[in-house]
């Protein structure tokens, strides 16, 4: 249900952590049942095309099983959010101005949007529709995050994961718009909304075709030298025997710098905030997302179960608040390449 | 159309920067974006340094426009773009959407990483007061081609034409991160490339250029073959992005075939020597950026 009134500037009650949700991404309608029987409060989906950013074969909904994912959801008073976080192509702007009136119709609690175009038509048509600014709106700093609110009334931003512990709380101090960050899941080292380094390989990108480093131009080779990954010829990696293979990200590969062969731009590594949630909280950030539409139904409940304790144990208490070793042994299970960091939100990181 | 020279996206000294722009009043190009858009940590020139350049180039009969920086995080770099969206004298090219807001309707360029890929987005940066946009990178033909058709009123069309291409933006460095320096102490190690730093795949093809926060692509993006049809399809201006070896004979190579003194084909002929690592040109084909399509027969000459 659009909740219009926290779309006011002085509303929000910042430091209210009882409003704390937790938001998990849902690929399919199991994972949304799994997602919201572990303690989601919030769940984010997208259709099944390149309206959104996970636009991957055999993933998403479509109308009948997002009324059915709305439906479980709003029956245990939860909420569902639509991820509508690509940019609309040049021929294609019916395709996801149509995704805007679908999800209205559908009456989920509100659209994850990226492009302001996009905005003005949803706050044109469906002013009680609450929007929330997506990662892949770049919004790094409260100006930004000032223009979608004043223009087209967006109620939270989802802040890209680049900025540090510091830089949040400055956001948070000066903005009236609900602030969600990312909690755990794959890492983007670059600003989302500002890589193209997918297309740059493959033609396709996140803002253009919600995909990067796409399934379809990925190969696996086995040479003399090891096993090749590749995207679209282009090799990403190579390991030797007994090395673990990742998913060929291109960010995440291992190239030649200098005369060094090592992960140039970033290692497979899922970020991990579970550390900082007192902090978080504290400083009034609304809502952690959880990344993974693209993971399995197991993943998700895995991941939401471990949050919802330590959320829950955070509001007990901030200050006897302490993540306790299962948790992370449980999240460990699920991470990309089996490791963590607290990515740019520890300063050196960067 | 008209010819740009983009901002800087390299560190060099504040010599070498000085003696650039010095020479650049003699070029012969039209509009000129200035200011360090990619990493605030940069100091050679501070922003008093960068208003200096655009009055010189103003006297030259230049077009100065200052460029804000792409990813902003700090309350000090909102202070730095303050300075720059309040100023009374240039023009400025709005890279963040906090810029955007901050020109308060005022008229501005809307630069190339704001993503507008629609109609609608066009028009919501035409009503907040761009009175250009430059087209993203990743856009190709078939796109510029919808959105010219039924572009806003006024509003002026820019593509970037020549140079290596900002793929990405981080808050991490990766110069620093090369040499294993933190980026809060970098040493300015960016400044000893000039081009920035290759990065290549394991089999030795030239992927990627790591340009401190910045990725860039490894191959010269050049839309020499097109500009006919760039004219045609209504395009006001193209944009070359300065690199550290002969950006004169890029500038005049494209000035050249413009005025139709040259065959796309002979200078494409001559820079590609010029280029650190080759020429691409796929994303204009609605291809992968990394592409080269080579020209029809026709216009190769």
Known sequence: MPVSASTRPGVIHHHDDSRFELVCPAGSLPALRAAVDHGADCVYLGFRDATNARNFAGLNFDEAAIAEGIRYAHARQRKVLLALNTYPQPDAWQVWRQAVDRAAEAGVDALIVADPGLMAYASRHYPGLRLHLSVQGSATNYEAIQFYHEHFGVARAVLPRVLSVAQVQQVCENTPVEIEVFGFGSLCVMVEGRCALSSYATGESPNTHGVCSPARHVRWQQTP????????????????????????????????????????????????????????????????????????????????????????????????????????????????GQQHTLGAYHRPWK | MKIALGPLQYYWPRVTTLEFYAAVADWPVDIVYLGETVCS???????????????????????????????????????????????????????????????????????????????????????????????????????????????????????????????????????????????????????????????????????????????????????????????????????????????????????AVLDGQQAAGQAHGQLVPLMPKGPCNGYWHGRPGLDMVQPRAASAA
Request: charged share 20%; with cysteine.
């Open chain 2, 41 to 255: 940590r940069r100091h050679e020139l501070r922003l008093p340094d960068w208003f200096e350049i655009a009055g010189m180039l103003a006297e030259a009969g230049k077009t100065p426009v200052l460029s804000t920086q792409v990813l902003l995080e700090s309350g000090q770099e909102l202070k730095t773009l303050y300075r720059i969206t309040e100023n009374a004298q240039f023009a400025v090219e709005a890279n963040d959407m906090g810029a955007v807001h901050r020109m308060q309707g005022s008229p501005f360029v809307a630069g190339p990483f704001l993503n507008i890929y629609s109609k609608p987005t066009l028009d919501v940066m035409a009503a907040q007061g761009a009175v250009r946009w430059v087209m993203p990178l990743e856009m190709g033909r078939a796109g510029l081609a919808q959105l010219q058709a039924d572009r806003p009123a006024g509003l002026q069309t820019e593509v970037f034409a020549y140079g290596r291409m900002p793929l990405a933006f981080s808050a991490r460095c990766f110069t620093a991160r090369n040499r294993n320096f933190p980026k809060d102490n970098c040493q300015y190690v960016c400044m000893e490339y000039p081009d920035g730093l290759l990065l290549e795949t394991r089999e030795s093809e030239a992927f990627l250029t790591i340009n401190g926060i910045q990725t860039q692509s490894a191959l010269t993006y050049t839309l020499i073959h097109e500009l006919e049809d760039l004219s045609a399809l209504g395009v006001d201006v193209i944009r070359l992005s300065p690199q550290s070896q002969g950006m004169d004979e890029v500038v005049r190579a494209f000035r």
């Open chain 1, 225 to 336: 030298q090891g096993l090749d990954s590749r995207l679209n010829g282009v090799l990403i990696d190579r390991y030797e025997e007994g090395e673990n293979a990742g998913y060929p990200t291109l960010c995440k590969g291992r190239f030649d710098v200098a005369g060094e062969t090592y992960y140039a731009l970033e290692e497979p590594t899922s970020l991990n905030t579970l550390e900082l949630l007192p902090r978080l909280m504290a400083m009034g950030v609304r809502a952690i997302k959880i990344e993974g539409r693209q993971r399995s139904p197991a993943y998700v409940a895995q991941v939401t179960q471990v949050w919802r304790q330590a959320i829950d144990s955070a509001r007990a208490s901030q200050a006897r608040y302490s993540v306790h070793p299962a948790w992370m042994a449980e999240l460990n299970k699920v991470a990309e």
